[in-house]
């Protein structure tokens, strides 16, 4: 039986004014991430996958961007399930932080300058929880040791400035866990860092969710990182989840042809190798990802897409059942 | 022996504290040297303090090096005047990394593409606005993008414009750093399509800079590893892959997240931090990481040592490395 997610968001279409006019940064979006479980949301830039993670933050830009419909339903750490996008700022301040955080791209830019690692990790518990100031600061050496970080004493007692990229991701990741929330979401959180440091990350992430069965919504743009850390995923176009699956499923048989040709175009080591000798190019996408004030009639993808025909530029297709779990908005699924 | 278009010999760069900054010096790059030969494509690859953009620039004098040799066509550059040296850099040019940071906002495109031939005195008006065209075209860009601004532009076409740039000027040495680091993967594989076959349609040489092992495999022929400012490995393309003799080349081809979830998860995670360039370990300065350090890799440093023709690695612990 499946367990009851902690978030189910649907029909979300978020709008962002711009020059007066209102454009769907995302529409018709349905996700849902029970305990424990990473989902992965994938895509391009421009795809909508920042906007999907900022819709259910609450934190669109302010008179820019704005839920236009839908749902966000999510369970809390006391059990009662309320959609986000009916809250106001001050409900939404309680939950933020203490039953959902964020792990974002730049750790420079999540960590304010002017106080120790120590007191950032220590404010949430304080705010959220009501520790007092010695308790709180106790609680964040702990995690600075949970997140791997060596001499964490030390450490706390230290300005963002004098750690490196991948030491600093570790403390907004330990700052993100103060409050043990029900929800991660983590914002391209290794897109900064070298690949080997990269590597440490994700594995600490998968590790700390292991110890406390928290869901994460992992949003990157590299698939690569989607199968080492995710249980499901969905692939977002222009705006709209064109697939969705466990990576199990989608990596094996992808049934869009976007996903097609994004596993296609990630260099993998060895082929290149081997196209270079035969004399062939590498694998792309014809084109580039169209503009959300103009999106081409029916299928975003249609314009680039190797398999379309006249009927995929009639209508915007379903996300068609695959009948295995797996979700595709393509209206020849079934010829992949 | 290929007759080799740069020659770097022994590069230094030390960054001085100047003005009000204090702390060590900054050892960037040390001691490196290798060959681009005529018409082959170089990669230089390493993570962040590796040195590596610091030799691309190094190579065009855009920064001065502290010690060390570039010879270009056989003449060493560091020791040429700047009237000497402006000569010289419509031979050498430069693909940078953020296709929006790097063209002038208030630029035509034609402007932007003829600027530097009419700095280097080339040709007449007309035959620099043709030699521009025919970079557009070059670049699979239309005609009518000469009229157009930047900012009209996609990031990927963006790119092809600096692309065009470089070209217009029918260098001899083009230095590409980073020049997809910043484009969506379903474009990356367009611009390195292109690159590849103007490289071999006109016979360029390349100094490609990236720090993605997987990226460089398809363009370049030979790969150089960096490790904080020092070469760890120099291979010819397909035995860098097939057959990578430095534990840092085989942790750094291991960190790459491989999109088959099968193979996924069984990477070999490197333990620690990139020391600083300010205070680099003694001896090997991969050690503090390496799995597989032993007493004596703290004492020497590593001499780059042929393992096979053209396949060099400087590691002592032949046990491990072969």
């Not at chain 1, 007692?157 to 409050?179: N, V, W």
């Not at chain 2, 502290?66 to 005047?81: P, W, Y």
């Not at chain 2, 022929?221 to 490790?227: A, E, F, N, Q």
């Amino acid at each position: 039986m499946r367990v009851a997610p902690i978030l189910d968001i649907a029909g979300l279409k978020t709008v962002f004014r711009i020059g007066g006019r209102p454009v769907a940064a995302v529409q018709d979006v349905n996700l849902t991430i029970a305990p424990g479980e990473t989902l992965a949301l994938v895509g391009e830039s421009g795809s909508g996958k920042s906007v999907t993670s900022l819709s259910v933050m609450g934190l669109l830009p302010k008179g820019v961007g704005q839920v236009a419909e839908g749902s966000i339903l999510f369970r809390g750490k006391a059990g009662q399930t309320q959609d986000l996008t009916q809250l106001d700022a001050e409900s939404m301040r309680q939950i933020r932080g203490n039953d959902i955080a964020m792990v974002f791209q730049e750790p420079m830019t999540s960590l304010n300058p002017v106080y120790t690692i120590g007191e950032q990790i220590a404010e949430p518990m304080r705010i959220h929880l009501g520790l007092s100031h010695k308790d709180a600061a106790a609680a964040a050496i702990k995690l600075l040791a949970d997140v791997g970080i060596p001499d964490p004493e030390r450490r706390a007692r230290q300005f963002p400035h004098e750690l490196s990229g991948g030491m600093r991701q570790r403390a907004t990741i330990a700052m993100a866990l103060a409050c043990d929330p029900v929800l991660l979401i983590a914002d391209e959180p290794t897109t900064a860092l070298d690949v080997t440091i990269q590597a440490q990350i994700l594995d600490l992430l998968q590790k700390l969710q292991a110890e406390r069965g928290m869901g994460i919504l992992f949003v990157t743009h590299n698939l690569g990182v989607v199968a080492e850390i995710a249980d499901r995923v969905a692939v977002m176009y222009a705006g709209r989840i064109v697939e969705t699956g466990t990576v199990a499923e989608v990596f094996a048989h992808p049934r869009h042809p976007y996903t097609i040709g994004l596993m296609r175009s990630i260099p993998k080591l060895g082929e290149a190798t081997a196209l270079k000798r035969q004399g062939k190019p590498l694998p792309t996408i014809a084109g580039s990802v169209p503009s959300l004030i103009q999106l081409p009639s029916g299928c975003s993808f249609a314009p680039r897409c190797p398999y379309a025909i006249e009927a995929c530029r009639a209508d915007v297709p379903p996300l068609y059942d695959t009948g295995t779990g797996q979700r595709s908005r393509c209206i020849r699924w079934q010829e992949f | 022996m290929q007759e080799a278009l740069l020659s770097v010999r022994d590069l230094t760069k030390h960054f001085k504290p100047t003005g009000f900054s204090r702390g060590s010096v900054v050892r960037a790059i040390e001691n490196v040297s290798f060959d681009v030969p005529r018409g082959r494509v170089v990669g230089l690859v390493g993570e962040s303090g590796s040195g590596k953009t610091t030799i691309g620039r190094s190579v065009l004098r855009l920064i001065e090096p502290t010690s060390g040799e570039v010879r270009f066509n056989g003449v060493d550059i560091t020791k040429l005047s700047a009237a000497q040296m402006r000569r010289h850099r419509k031979s050498m040019q430069y693909i940078f990394q953020d296709p929006f940071a790097s063209l002038s906002p208030r630029m035509t495109i034609g402007q932007i593409l003829t600027e530097g031939l009419e700095i280097q005195h080339l040709g007449t008006r007309q035959e620099r606005i043709q030699r521009a065209k025919a970079a557009l075209a070059a670049v699979d860009l239309p005609a009518d993008a000469f009229g157009r601004y930047a900012h009209e532009f996609s990031g990927g076409q963006r790119q092809r414009i600096g692309i065009a740039r470089a070209l217009a000027l029918e260098p001899q040495l083009i230095v590409a750093d980073e020049p997809v680091s910043a484009l969506d993967v379903s474009i990356q594989a367009q611009i390195v399509n292109l690159l590849r076959d103007l490289q071999i349609r006109l016979g360029l040489t390349m100094l490609f800079i990236s720090h993605d092992l997987a990226v460089v495999e398809y363009i370049c022929d030979t790969v150089i590893v960096l490790y904080l400012g020092r070469i760890m490995e120099i291979a010819p393309s397909e035995k860098l892959y097939a057959d990578p003799r430095h534990p840092y080349t085989r942790a750094l081809l291991s960190a790459i997240p491989s999109p088959d979830p099968a193979k996924a998860r069984t990477r070999q995670i490197l333990t620690g931090d990139i020391p600083s360039p300010a205070n680099p370990p003694s001896g090997c300065v991969f050690r503090t990481r390496c799995p597989h350090a032993a007493q004596q890799c703290a004492a020497v440093v590593p001499p780059l040592e042929e393992v096979s023709p053209g396949h060099f690695k400087a590691c002592i612990r032949h046990d491990v490395s072969g």
